[in-house]
Every structure is written in C-alpha cells, then in structure tokens.
C-alpha cells in the first residue's frame, strides 16, 4: 500500500481524504495544512482512521522535499491555491512523488505581463522533464472543471474523425439559505476569476474578451436547469483544449470555457473589478499590506460549511463538435447531481464533491499502475478510460448525450 499527502483541507481537500481513506490502495494518508482544525476534524470522525495530521508550509519546498521523503509518499494531492503550485512541485521533484492539483493561475498569452506565472503551461515548461526523468506524473487541473471536463473532451475526440470546437459549460441554480450572499467554492478564486480577461481559442488563435462581455449566449442544459445565460470566463481548460496538438490536429479551431451566472453575481463581480478589489496583489492599508480580494471575501461563509443550506442543482459538461464516417456529431458528456442529495451523501456540498472526487481517482488509479503516463501534463493528455470508467462508481454521475445527423 502507498502512502499520500493532502496538502490543503478545507472542503475540496477534506472530500479527497474522505475518498483516500476508502481506498484499499492507500496505507497513511497524511492531511497537512497551515491551520489544521479542519484536518483535526476529519481525522476525529472517520472510523479507524489512517489520517495523520501533521502542520506543513507549502511555501517551504526544502522542507516539504524532506518530509515527502521521510514518510515515503507516493503520491501528493495539492488542494492549497495555486500560489503554492510551484513549491510543491519543486519538492515532488526533488522527493520522488507523484503530484495532482486543481487549479493553475490564471492563464496568460506570451507577452502579457502578470506579477506571478504559475499558469498551467508556465508548469509544464518548468517542471515536466525533471518529472519524466524520475518517471514521476504531475497531473495538473485534475478537479471537475478543470479535470474531469478535460477527460470527457478527450473521450468524445477519440471517438471522432476530426473536430471543430469544444465548449466546457458549468450551470448552477443553487439556492444557499439564510445569507445573503454566499458561494459554494472559493470566493476568491470566483472573483479573480470573472473580473480576469477571458482568453479562448478562436479560428486556431488565442484571443480575448472583456469580463461578463464576451461571448454571451444562452444554453439549455438538461432539467431541471433549461435555458440559462452563459458567459465566457478565464479559465485554464477554455486555453488548453484548443491549444492541445492531438485535437489542433484533428481539427479544433475553437474552446471555450463559460459559466452561467445570475445577475446578482454579474453585478457584483463587476463592482468588484471596478474598485479593483478582485486582486491578489497586496496593497498597504493603515501599514499593513494585505490582498484586496481577501478583504472583500473575508465576511463571507467559508464554502465547507454551506452544504446543509444549499438546494438546486449542477451541471458541468464538455461539448464537442465534430464529424465520424462522414456525419456531422454532437457530443455532450456531463455530471449533474442535487446540491441537497450530496450532503445528506457527504457531508459536503455539491461543489466540493464534484472537485474532490476526480483526484482522489486519479491519485488510486496512478498508484494502481493503471494511469501509465508520465511528466506534467493537462487531464486530457491521458488515456481516459480508467477514469470514464470508474467517475460514476465513484460518485461522480456522468451522463453522455450523442446527437448526429440523420441521412436515409
């Protein structure tokens, strides 16, 4: 059996750890953070539990390289923000340990300057030969969207002779009672997010948009979502589909990442942009610098703790467009699950789940042997079956819509 790391253990990092302990693949499961009280309480409720909690700084890569080597790891699960992506690549690298995460910084074109550059090719560039050379996998993006979505486009591109575009699509109609405003992820990234330049792949080139501007369109979703308004938003998946050669070469000439979202939030996060209090980078108030966006986040209900109030549902999808023996084919491969039915399954809400569940598989089937690849790399370089096959076993419901045309 292997040993693994969880760095990182709100919600997301709390649900990979409920996965890893269910896992016969996995010996001690080590749940590290700055502030452990959630990794404390996770170890405390699960029956016989592997867990150790030990207090990690994943900004320490010297320290983090000795500790992964001390206790053997074979694989660690960074669920921190992307700002510590680097460090603890850095420290797998030099220790010996497969590496998931589930997000990258936001994605930036050669030539557009940006204060940090741990967006996802920026990793790739860094660290994927020093990976391949200890036959190690530093799988990056690997939560729901990006990760599992980028799956779901590679397995619909397999079974198609060429392609045209492909649309990674995330509804919601979450209802979150008793505040009045409240999100069931990270606020901060949610910001950052939807006040960022919206970079896609259009006509085979990257190209931008304005915030809450570009590429506006309605979708009708499966029920009961219907038709909602969807907007195009920074993200890593809506860049690396569309710039992946497998699929440039079979034809893909557009990707796109879009979110739907309601007025309230529209608004909101424009306000947000307009004070340019949707930053990481510090500012001094009053002598002490902080993060704009921490500040405006900071009163808000931490995303872990809103499972019980949240009703609705959510759907996060990959549409790809593209042609087989002959016929035009419309692929629509997705999960949808009730905001209500997951926690009274989990514990958790939806949206920590739908995030959680795709690295704790990937980290067992890469361990397991049945994830060969190796280097860092996006989701949809792998081999997706494993995954495909296990996602539905595992808690992540997926469903696949095929549409073509019909010809006598």
């Known amino acids: ?15 990979v750890g409920q996965k890893l302990h269910g896992y016969a693949a996995f010996d001690r499961i080590f749940l590290g953070d700055v502030d452990t009280t959630y990794a404390q309480r996770l170890h405390e409720r ?14 320490d890569s010297a320290g983090l390289a000795s500790f992964l080597q001390e206790k053997k790891i074979a694989v660690t699960l960074n669920a921190a923000t992307w700002q510590v992506n680097h460090s603890v690549l850095d420290a797998c690298a030099q220790a010996g340990s497969h590496y998931l995460d589930m997000a990258a910084d936001i994605y930036s074109p050669p030539g557009v300057k940006r204060p940090a550059k741990n967006s996802y090719e920026a990793e790739i560039e860094k660290f994927d030969v020093r990976f391949r050379e ?14 599992a979505v980028n799956v779901f486009a590679r397995w619909a591109m397999d079974r198609l002779d060429t392609a045209e575009s492909i649309r990674v699509l995330d509804a919601d109609n979450a209802d979150v009672k008793g505040y009045r405003f409240a999100v069931l992820f990270s606020p901060e990234t949610l910001f950052e997010e939807l006040g960022a330049v919206p970079y896609f792949i259009k006509d085979a080139r990257v190209v931008s948009g304005k915030p809450l501007e570009t590429e506006m369109e309605w979708h009708r979703f499966p029920p009961p979502l219907g038709l909602m308004k969807t907007y195009a938003v920074a993200h890593e998946e809506g860049v690396s589909l569309g710039l992946y050669k497998p699929f440039v070469d079979k034809g893909v000439r557009y990707s796109v990442f879009k979110y739907t979202l309601s007025d309230k939030v529209v608004q909101l996060a424009k306000s947000l942009a307009l004070l340019e209090l949707d930053s990481w980078k510090k500012v001094k108030v009053d002598g002490v610098e902080v993060s704009p966006v921490r500040v405006a ?3 808000l209900p931490k995303p872990a703790t809103l499972g019980a109030t949240a ?16 016929k035009r084919v419309e692929y629509f491969i ?9 926690y009274e399954r989990y514990g958790y809400s939806l949206t920590v789940v739908q995030t959680g569940i795709p690295p704790a598989l990937a980290a ?29 076993k595992e808690g992540l419901k997926i469903f696949v819509e095929k549409r073509e045309v019909f010809e006598k």
């Open 297 to 299: 986040c900071a009163n």
């Open 311 to 326: 009703d609705g549902y959510s759907c996060v999808g990959t549409e790809v467009l593209g042609m087989k023996d002959g």
């Open 364 to 392: 067992r089937l890469i361990v397991e042997g049945a994830i060969p690849e190796r280097g860092v790399m996006m989701p949809e370089a792998l081999a997706p079956d494993a995954l495909m096959d296990n996602f539905s």
């Open 134 to 147: 200890k036959n190690l996998l530093g799988l990056l993006c690997m939560g729901c969207d990006p990760g």
């Open 1 to 15: 059996m292997a040993n693994a790391l969880i760095i990182g253990t709100g919600g997301v990092g709390s649900v």
């Open 334 to 342: 997705y999960t949808m699950d009730s905001h209500h039915e997951t």
């Open 46 to 59: 699960t029956k016989k539990s592997r867990f150790e909690v030990v207090p990690i700084n994943a900004m």
